[in-house]
């Protein structure tokens, strides 16, 4: 119960004393403020309810700091909101915000009204209750037009209205458990009911939580006929009916959640592009929108204004129809799909804000050397950069969509290569002969054990079939190929790499989960890879190979044809090196695998070639992690740190990073391994010093 958190026993004891003339209201608004709602629901995000409309003045002592902070209002300020202003609905620039409905489903506005006069559910009988009905439902039969419509009470709802109700969201009921602790459902269905107009889209509920609820919805994008609907309905029943109102809070109803316009607007609407990318959240929150996922496949949001006190009612839906316009617009750009790679260029090379080393790379003449060209896979320079293109925010921004790919567009891969590898611009490309040293003598021994910051071990390496285009341009047919000749080699594995395969069309709930939490099950929300063409025919001719003892793992048709785990809940290093190797070594007897005398191992990714090996540690280092040096720290030993759960000892999970090796081209696998021992050695020791207080920097060597 935030809001309510501390404070709230001597704030009630104050309102006894300087409140005594108040007696006969203070009884029943301390019962459903401080009893029934706070004890019986401590999960209550506020907690508290008005009892009448007077309530507001009489305690105002604890609901105005509630009212402050729930709708993030000033705290030394008073509250204050505008006089009502529906805006000039002739003149008022709301015309349908997506007339061919690819964007927003339907649009829906609320407000709610309390009459003036009568208490809130807390206090109403079912005598009063029902005097309040009436008085509504005379009201809302003098409405005309298209608002003209009929009144169904809740007892005697026939099935076939409550299912179009329900199917749209406008059916309520008894089950909301804070408005029945409230004492908001007493004598039900007594006295509740529904109106609803001719053409089922301007609907009214009596009595629920409020004593009318007002809903005006409309398919498709044309929030401005909603809006208009219902102020046209609000401004007819105040002919006919006085709402409780205040010059501080607006219009007051039963929560304080729902004071000054009470006026919601939401909108369902598709934006799958928006919702894979980064940019989400921060828009929502400039927009003053709040949002929550419907359907995570197609990127179905429901979004709802976040202000209703401190802004008029035209301000309000002003504010929902300019961001529900920004969204839609930064859809459109994030759908843009080019039709050509003269298109895609054109589109990079105006993209300013770029930083990719596509972008940088991409030049007039090179562009124009290799737009034509294409491998024995039938791969393009399209395939290759349509992911870079479409998202500007790639560091790389290039995929190879086969091995050729790495020869045949040699003028844009070579200096992205030399670049992301740090290899100097007049050095040939060169990697050494695959070499991972002698396992009964690798010179590194496991990570000290007692007393040791390291939560887990794992060493990955990628491989491609050399036979077979990579996930870009591969086809289905030819992904199921990989597949079987994967199942069967990984199926003569022997001792402890006995396992058994599971394909992700199959895979058992039990397993699904074990990998998820071990972040060893892959998954097709990688928008890179995505836009790339990484995931077509998801997720057919695609699985996952466990041993037994589930410490060695390989992703078939992930990111590349083959993905090796060897993994191991401790510092050992050494067994989950000697393990991976051994697993190697037996598939290469039965497989042939993609290798350039230049580059080494190719895979779809030119930051992963070479030994397309990462050798990774997650250890809790808070101390030194909280220091201005560390990355210089991991810089110089050719490591990189990545945050898992929080950078400093202040965080939630004190400092757990995940540490691995930089470096995979021009060195060898066991070289590799013999560096990330030595820095992460050096880690561990420079944590150990730090938690000890000793001196505050580390040592950059």
């Known amino acids: 119960m935030d809001f309510l958190a501390g404070g709230v026993e001597s704030t009630i004891e104050d309102l006894y004393r300087s409140q005594a003339e108040f007696a006969n209201l203070l009884s029943p608004m301390l019962i459903y403020f401080g009893w029934r709602i706070c004890c019986e629901n401590l999960d209550s995000s506020i907690g508290v309810y008005a009892s009448d409309a007077e309530g507001y003045k ?24 505008p006089h009502t202003d529906f805006g000039n609905l002739e003149k008022a620039n709301l015309e349908d915000l997506d007339p061919d409905s690819k964007f927003i489903v339907s649009s829906r506005i609320r407000i709610g009204r309390s009459q003036d006069g009568s208490g809130f559910p807390p206090l109403l009988d079912k005598e009063s209750r029902e005097q309040l009905e009436t008085k509504a439902v005379e009201a809302l039969n003098s409405l005309g037009d298209s608002l003209k419509g009929t009144y169904h009470q809740l007892a005697s709802l026939d099935s076939d209205t409550q299912k179009a109700l329900a199917d749209e969201d406008l059916m309520f009921d008894d089950s909301d458990k804070y408005l029945k602790s409230a004492g908001g459902c007493a004598d039900w269905p007594a006295g509740r009911g529904i109106f609803l107009n001719e053409e089922k889209n301007f609907v009214a509920w009596v009595n629920e939580e409020d004593h009318l609820r007002l809903f005006s919805t409309q398919k498709g994008g044309d929030i401005g006929a909603a809006y208009k609907r219902l102020v046209n309905a609000v401004k007819s029943l105040e002919q006919k009916l006085s709402f409780a109102k205040d010059d501080r809070l607006g219009y007051l109803t039963f929560c304080p959640s729902n004071l000054g316009t009470t006026m919601h607007v939401s909108a369902i609407i598709k934006i799958p592009h928006l919702a894979e990318s980064d940019k989400l959240k921060p828009l929502f929150d400039k927009l003053n929108l709040n949002a929550a996922g419907v359907d995570d496949e197609d990127g179905t949001y429901h979004i709802t204004n976040k202000r209703r006190m401190g802004l008029t009612e035209f301000q309000v839906i002003s504010e929902v129809y300019q961001g529900l316009k920004e969204i839609i617009k930064q859809e459109k750009e994030l759908a843009w799909r080019p039709e050509n790679v003269d298109e895609m260029f054109e589109h990079l090379s105006k993209a300013k804000a770029c930083k990719s080393l596509l972008k940088k790379n991409l030049n007039k003449d090179v562009f124009e050397k290799l737009k034509d060209k294409k491998t024995s896979h039938e791969a393009t320079l399209g395939d290759c950069i349509i992911s870079g293109t479409l998202h500007l925010d790639s560091v790389i921004g290039i995929y190879a969509a086969d091995a050729e790919s790495y020869t045949e567009f040699a003028p844009l891969f070579d200096p992205v290569i030399k670049e992301y590898h740090k290899i100097k611009v007049a050095d040939a490309i060169t990697h050494p002969a695959a070499d991972f040293g002698d396992l009964e003598n690798l010179g590194f021994t496991a990570f000290e054990a007692e007393g040791s910051p390291i939560v887990s071990t794992r060493i990955a390496v990628s491989r491609s079939h050399k036979d077979f285009a990579f996930s870009p341009v591969l086809k289905q047919e030819d992904r199921t190929q990989v597949e079987q000749k994967a199942i069967e080699a990984l199926n003569s594995l022997e001792n402890d790499l006995k396992g058994s395969y599971h394909s992700l069309e199959e895979i058992s709930t039990e397993l699904k989960e074990h990998l998820q939490k071990e972040f060893l099950l892959f998954s097709n929300n ?3 890879l995505k836009a790339a063409g990484s995931y077509s025919d998801w997720p057919a001719g695609r699985g996952v190979f466990v041993n037994e003892e589930k410490t060695f793992v390989v992703w078939v048709n992930a990111e590349d044809h083959l993905t090796i785990f060897s993994t191991q809940t401790d510092g050992d290093i050494v067994a989950v090196y000697k393990r991976l190797v051994t697993a190697v070594k037996s598939l290469e007897e039965k497989l042939t695998f993609s290798r350039e005398e230049r580059l080494g191992n190719l895979t779809i990714c ?8 990462r050798a990774s540690v997650i250890i809790k280092i808070p101390h030194l992690s909280a220091r201005k040096n560390f990355k210089a720290v991991c810089e110089n030993h050719k490591l990189q740190a990545k945050a898992l759960n929080g950078e400093t000892s202040e965080d939630g999970d004190a400092g757990l990073f995940e540490i691995s090796n930089k470096r995979c081209v021009g060195i060898t696998e066991i070289d590799a391994l013999k560096e990330m021992v030595s820095g992460v050695q050096e880690i561990v020791r420079l944590e150990k010093e730090a938690a000890n207080n000793k001196p505050k920097s580390c040592t950059v060597l």
């Open 526 to 528: 990688d928008k890179f």
């Open 58 to 81: 009489v305690f105002s002592d604890l609901l105005d700091p509630i009212i402050k902070e729930y709708h993030k209002l000033p705290e030394k300020k008073a509250i204050h909101h």
């Open 606 to 613: 030119p930051g992963n070639l070479g030994t397309a090996l």
